[in-house]
């Protein structure tokens, strides 16, 4: 109980601040912590944890073809022979144990050839491996509460190059580290001090640059929304660095436990590597849920927001929603993505992001990929009434067949609902979508949007 009070009166606390006037040494400080809690409760809930573990299936399938397809591909840059160090290096929190697997996965690449695989072996490798990244690219669209992934054409074009930047860039640092380091100046620089202090602490240090950056880079690829570099960056250094520090931690785990080794014997290398390969995942999405929030502060509550909206309030969000995009497309201004989408709304980014799917469902609006993704109204706005747009989110059904089809009929009930639908129609029928947003426009409604935007810009920048 006295556990439980003071909890209750250090969140009272937390969240009774007020940090839009703080300066930042203070707001800082409390921004972090509140993001610390938001993404620690989410990490108990066991939703990260249930994305960690199914993605940990999905790698152990897609591993030797990811690797032997990039192995194929760094052969056209003579860089094949280099990829192997990457691969120790991810497994050199198990030890002794992980070069073995690391011999063992290679001895498995190596064995990979086309010839005999054929062109249906190389093209299930191949779907194998967009499975995986698909799924990786899925967990983090959860997290950016994004429900639409890459169209076909962009997602093939965005994993082919992660399969050949990724693996180049990795062995283009490691050989360039390499390099440097085995450089007779560099040798005779670091029998100098403070050079040699220097290139101590960089030894240590570059490990976690490297690791850092390829962190960052995920996070601002994988998810199909526009991630800006800051939030990206925090993520980041944060995620790396936790990564780094647990390799190291894992390191002397399974230096000193004894016992696994006695009881499972040979079996004892691929359990390590399962919590290895878990460990992993559940870092790189913590450090994902940290730039989200970084990005989007507006998610950082409390309380669990509920994205359960009524039908009134739904059919008011279509409209917001319809009006925000139309006159963004009518300013010929940049087109609204669902972050910005849920900005302009105040409402919450699953709500708006259900409401666009039944949108985009009904051909009322259509998505863009430049200059970002973004949406824009499926047709000339003259042409969609404001009755269709309500009545697309009234007769939504996610699975056809499911919804009022389904249901038992009385003619009774159904002359009710079908006089409703008929009222609604009738209230809104004589105004399309061009006409609400000239009035806005117009009557300069818009300014309040447009504030509420530049407040959340400027407390961004702060």
Same mark, same amino acid.
């Given at each position: ?26 707001? &800082? ?8 809690? &938001? &993404?620690?409760?989410? @990490? ?27 192995? #194929? ?35 498995? *690449? ?20 967009? #499975?995986?990244?698909?799924? &990786? ?49 560099? @040798? ?43 939030? @990206? ?22 230096? #000193? ?79 609204? #993505? ?13 709500? *708006? @992001? ?29 042409? $969609? ?38 009222? $609604? ?38």
């Amino acid at each position: 109980m006295i556990g439980k009070y003071l909890a209750k009166h250090w969140l009272d606390r937390l969240w009774g601040i007020e940090t839009v006037d703080l300066p930042w040494y203070r707001r &800082v400080p409390i921004n972090i912590t509140r993001i610390g809690f &938001v &993404v620690a409760r989410d @990490a108990l809930e066991g939703q990260l944890t249930l994305q960690a573990m199914s993605l940990v299936y999905t790698t152990l399938l897609a591993l030797v073809p990811l690797i032997a397809l990039s192995f #194929s591909l760094l052969k056209g840059f003579g860089m094949h022979n280099v990829l192997e160090p990457a691969l120790y290096q991810f497994l050199a929190p198990l030890g002794t144990k992980g070069q073995q697997l690391a011999d063992q996965i290679a001895s498995f *690449v190596n064995n990979v050839n086309a010839s005999v695989l054929g062109g249906i072996g190389v093209v299930l490798l191949m779907i194998t491996v967009i #499975s995986m990244l698909q799924k &990786v690219e899925g967990a983090f669209n959860r997290i950016w509460h994004v429900h639409r992934a890459r169209l076909l054409l962009r997602r093939f074009s965005d994993y082919l190059s992660v399969v050949i930047i990724g693996p180049v860039l990795t062995v283009g640092a490691l050989t360039l580290t390499a390099t440097i380091s085995s450089q007779k100046t560099v @040798a005779q620089l670091t029998s100098i001090e403070p050079f040699g202090t220097l290139a101590l602490i960089g030894a240590h240090v570059a490990p976690y640059i490297l690791v850092i950056g390829a962190f960052i880079f995920i996070y601002i690829f994988a998810p199909n929304t526009r991630v800006r570099f800051k939030p @990206a960056l925090i993520g980041g250094i944060i995620g790396g660095a936790l990564w780094q520090t647990a390799g190291l931690a894992f390191t002397i785990f399974t230096g #000193s436990t004894t016992r696994v080794t006695a009881i499972y014997s040979g079996f004892a290398i691929v359990i390590f590597f399962l919590i290895w390969l878990y460990l992993s995942w559940l870092i790189l999405l913590i450090g994902a849920e940290i730039t989200f929030y970084a990005q989007n502060p507006d998610f950082v509550s409390r309380y669990h927001i509920h994205h359960y909206l009524g039908s009134r309030l739904r059919e008011k969000l279509a409209l917001l929603v319809m009006v925000a995009i139309g006159g963004t497309f009518h300013r010929r201004e940049t087109p609204l #993505s669902i972050n910005d989408l849920t900005h302009r709304t105040h409402a919450s980014g699953d709500a *708006v @992001a259900n409401v666009c799917d039944q949108l985009y469902a009904a051909g009322l609006l259509l998505t863009v990929e430049e200059p970002k993704p973004g949406y824009v109204p499926g047709r000339d706005m003259s042409d $969609i009434p404001l009755a269709e747009i309500l009545m697309a989110v009234r007769h939504y059904e996610p699975q056809p067949g499911t919804g009022e089809r389904a249901l038992y009929s009385l003619a009774s009930v159904d002359r009710i609902a079908n006089a409703v639908d008929s009222a $609604i129609t009738a209230a809104a029928e004589p105004k399309t979508l061009r006409d609400l947003v000239l009035e806005i426009e117009n009557e300069k409604l818009d300014a309040g949007l447009r504030w509420y935007d530049e407040t959340d810009r400027r407390r961004h920048e702060r």
